[in-house]
């Protein structure tokens, strides 16, 4: 009996080999079919007018970010309520507004924070000068947001007139905007 398992297992799996060659010959196949489709997709700059390639140029390069540029910095500010400049016709009106600033970097946060008071009050007299009818379309609000910026980079770097060069507020976000 040791002799009759000594054949078997001699005999070379002739299946399995065959097998073998077909999955590699298949590979094969479809890896050529999937370069040549990339030739052709990649290539056919040819079949485009001037002004195409050139457009399509623009599209492919894709705007390139700094490589050490760190995430945004956000400081929020805590919510303003104030009485609005008096229409004609209207009553009282009152805004509540919240303010997200952000910042160029982490070192502006201190020296934003020990400005505060100022800024507070800076803010609370330009929002408590505008009437209801400005701030109520979208304009409005971002000529409103541009003028906060402004303002807080001017109490940041005093001595500049308008926007100083290294400003530290990059913008103005409102995160709630109730004008009653």
């Known amino acids: 009996m040791a002799k009759d398992a ?8 002739k299946k399995s080999k065959k097998l073998l060659i077909i999955i590699v010959i298949a590979v ?23 002004g195409e390639e050139e457009v399509a ?10 490589d050490n540029a760190a995430p945004p910095v956000f400081v ?5 309520t104030v009485n609005l400049a008096p229409e004609q016709g209207q009553g ?7 303010i997200a600033l952000e910042l160029e970097d982490m070192s502006a946060d201190g020296p934003l ?8 009050n800076n803010l609370t007299m330009i929002l408590s000068s505008k009437k209801a009818s400005e701030l109520l379309t979208k304009e409005g609000k971002e000529n409103l947001a541009e003028e906060i910026k402004t303002e807080i980079n001017r109490i940041m770097n005093p001595g500049h007139k ?7 507020v990059l913008s103005v976000l409102f995160t709630s905007f109730i004008i009653q």
């Open 113 to 120: 924070k020990n400005q505060m008071p100022r800024i507070r």
């Open 76 to 80: 929020n500010l805590d919510a303003f």
């Open 6 to 13: 000594n054949p078997v297992a001699d005999e070379p799996p």
């Open 57 to 66: 140029a623009e599209v492919k390069k894709p705007k390139k970010k700094k």
């Open 162 to 168: 308008g926007t100083p060069p290294d400003s530290p």
């Open 92 to 98: 009282d009106q009152y805004m509540q507004v919240v």
């Open 28 to 50: 094969l196949v479809i890896g050529l079919a999937g370069a040549a489709a990339a030739f052709l997709l990649l290539s056919g700059k040819g079949e485009h007018e001037d």
